[in-house]
């Protein structure tokens, strides 16, 4: 699904060394549909001409208030875009933008412009620290200007920190996003699905029956709910969902580190995995022989990768799921203290239910509340479960309750 296909999007470009890696993102938005055009800051043509822009983006681009033809191509400009994103974002460009000035033609065409707003900062990290850029941050987040990154890392100025420029192909994803329409339009979704294999030796694993059916519906109702998703699967027999980026994985181990590698900038994180409490020991590096008599294999604790995300200092939303034979509901909430989540979706085990079967059941607790979802198709409680994310997630945004707090709640 390409959102960004005959997209009108306003690239802004303000003074600073990253602005030639501006030029690439105009390159990616034109070979994605979208139509560009380029305003320069003043200080931006000190470190990248207007040519290049013009040459990428087959436009006129504009630098100075002397460009302003006809005394209204700002308002036209303004009117015209449908996204402004303004990268790089220098330090100076930030605080015209907080203060509402429009001393730049770049900056009276954002004050002028009813699109929504995306900024991508680079400076030097001591800028970036700076209280007066802090400030004017929070004082444009506030409006509602979505600000991407900055990444941290060697600064061309020797020095090393928060301040480098997301690079282009994450702008170009953030703009793609911002164009996505549903209830999770914007977010950007990490889930776990399948099984997990722990290795005895090189032919024989511990697993179990997970069939990832549940995980893979998931991640396609909240695809379909307009999410950017990042799933991580098991070994399974599905295909990829269209549209959701998967990884495959065999062990807790790998399927923890193919968490964490995508963990940054996620909003929700969805455990549907039935991931192994133990793993063995001490693997065999060649495949063990049959012996006579007993043969006792030793396992030791695998990571808990829900428990791992959820005790994350920049943590994202977390949902678990809770497969049960018993006491459902009584598990369901002692789980989702131990693990420290928002949210459990507990499910039975058996009777046709639960593992390897395209039915389910849920049971969802969260905070004060519960929800039982009927027996119905697995792609079907999906949605409703994706549903009942969505409502919970966005008035947590609206609060500051984290589970930590619901913890000391109920000690
Ligand atoms: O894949 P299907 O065949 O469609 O079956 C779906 C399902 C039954 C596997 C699914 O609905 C489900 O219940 N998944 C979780 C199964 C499970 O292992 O539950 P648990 O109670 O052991 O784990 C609780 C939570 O912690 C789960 O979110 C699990 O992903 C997570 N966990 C568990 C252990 C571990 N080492 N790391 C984890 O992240």
Known sequence: MNLLDGKRVLLGVSGGIAAYKSAELVRLLRAAGALVRVVMTPAASGFVTARTFQALSGEVVRCDWSDDRTGMDHIELARWAERILVAPASADTLACLAHGRADTLLAAICLASEAPLLVAPAMNQAMWRHAATRDNLACLQRR???VCGPDTGEQACGEVGPGRMQAPEMLLQAL??????????GLKLVITAGPTREAVDPV????NRSSGKMGYAVARAARD???RVELVSGPVALAAPEGVERVLVESGQEMLDAVLARITACDIFIAAAAVADYRPVAPAAQKIKKQAGEWTLQLE???DILATVAALENRPWCVGFAAETEQLELHARKKRMHKGVEMIAANLVGDGLGFDTDDNELLL?????ERHLARAPKSRLAVQLVEQIA???????TTDETPADDAKHSA
């Open 365 to 369: 607790v969260w905070e004060g509340g």
């Open 391 to 397: 409502d919970l997630y966005s008035h947590s945004m």
């Open 144 to 146: 509602g200007v979505q």
């Open 204 to 207: 024989r694993f511990l697993g």
């Open 176 to 185: 793609s996003d911002s164009f996505a329409s549903g209830r999770l339009a």
């Open 301 to 303: 604790p695998a990571p």
């Open 225 to 227: 709910a307009g999410a």
